[in-house]
């Protein structure tokens, strides 16, 4: 009897969800969702158009502002293995990434080789927490860390020899 009772309930419970999804659904405002709409149309037709740009538009911008720093390669002389793993979020010049709002990476330019090694070093160990970081640092040894800190280290006499050279 109970498994009879217990049957009919869950069919009833099952025949009204379908009841309420076929009719708009319990959390999509039904007709009174349709109303509230109705009235944001109208606020929104009485206002003065204000043209903003698309969120395609925007995001063309921020992608070619970073490609226009990644790809600046004009600046000095970096290595190819600094250029494919670094240069991304760091710069092609070490003067840091960033997209729309959000940082892609931090300044490198003007650091000395100790302080970016000792960086490096942190990331590959796990003391900082950096999954991109770590994930470009896993295979590599700690003379492939020394060459990306002096490397990184030499970027302000690399920029003012080019400077002087100009």
Known sequence: MKNIIVGILTLIIFGLMGWTAMNGGAYNGGEHGKVIADLGNREAAQTTVVEEKSDREKEAEELNA??????NIGSFKVSDAYKSKCASCHGVDGSGMQYGKKL???KLFGQ???TIYKKLDDFKSGRKENMIMKGLLLHMSKDDLKKFADEIGEFPARAQALK???
């Open 66 to 71: 970073l490609r226009e720093k990644a790809g």
């Open 104 to 106: 892609m990476g931090p």
């Open 112 to 114: 000395s080789a100790d």
């Open 164 to 166: 002087n050279n100009q």
